[in-house]
T-cell receptor, first 109, second 116 residues
Framework: GEDVEQSLFLSVREGDSSVINCTYT??????LYWYKQEPGAGLQLLTY?????DMKQDQRLTVLLNKKDKHLSLRIADTQTGDSAIYFC?????????FGTGTRLTIIP | DTEVTQTPKHLVMGMTNKKSLKCEQH?????MYWYKQKAKKPPELMFV???????INESVPSRFSPECPNSSLLNLHLHALQPEDSALYLC???????????????FGPGTRLTVL
């Protein structure tokens, strides 16, 4: 089947904004999620968006959803060194969560 | 308590060994999941238990055998594994419920398995 696609790498200077993009596959996905994974750890849910929304803001995080293009993005404002991690988008269909390929975010001091 | 715990943290086993991975949650969740994550790859779903019944098996080889003794516990029994089965095994739980409803999955820290 098709993969949920993300760019593999993103480098951002500390204090700048990071934008991580995701193209998902199933237009019937009701919820879309962003997870963060630090080295050697499990996954931490950062935020989610319901499919009938265009945008959701949660402190430093902004999620944008373009349902027509099946495009999801995560913006992290004022990126800090603690934001270094791999970020996965995920689409939810019934009980199944299908993850994107993951974007490794590196912060440049 | 919003924690999913997994034991052991690390496991090294030979191809003829039998071992088990354990997962526990006390959030009253009714759905529990096993994922496999290879290095530099996303997690891939293996099994889903809903209300203690196996609801999804993603064509996983029979050398992996899941068990859900009660709603708080999930085991993964391993037998005759291959070196390519070495990976991080993640457990997750969620409220469960009808399709289309919000169903946040809470993940444990994983068991890093090495098969020699």
């Amino acid at each position: 089947g098709e993969d949920v696609e993300q760019s593999l790498f993103l480098s951002v200077r500390e204090g700048d904004s990071s934008v991580i993009n995701c193209t998902y596959t199933d237009s019937s996905s009701t919820y879309l999620y962003w997870y963060k994974q630090e080295p050697g750890a499990g996954l931490q849910l950062l935020t989610y968006i319901f499919s009938n929304m265009d945008m959701k803001q949660d402190q430093r995080l902004t999620v944008l959803l373009n349902k027509k293009d099946k495009h999801l993005s995560l913006r992290i404002a004022d990126t800090q060194t603690g934001d270094s991690a791999i970020y996965f988008c995920a689409e939810s269909i019934y009980e199944k969560l299908t993850f994107g390929t993951g974007t490794r975010l590196t912060i440049i001091p | 308590d919003t924690e999913v715990t997994q034991t052991p943290k690390h496991l090294v086993m030979g191809m003829t060994n039998k071992k088990s991975l354990k997962c526990e949650q006390h959030m009253g969740h009714r759905a529990m999941y096993w994922y496999k994550q290879k290095a530099k790859k996303p997690p891939e779903l293996m099994f889903v238990y809903s209300y203690e019944k196996l609801s999804i098996n993603e064509s996983v080889p029979s050398r992996f055998s899941p068990e859900c003794p009660n709603s708080s516990l999930l085991n993964l029994h391993l037998h005759a594994l291959q070196p390519e089965d070495s990976a991080l095994y993640l457990c997750a739980s969620s409220q469960g419920g009808s399709s289309g409803s919000y169903n946040e999955q809470f993940f444990g820290p994983g068991t890093r398995l090495t098969v020699l």
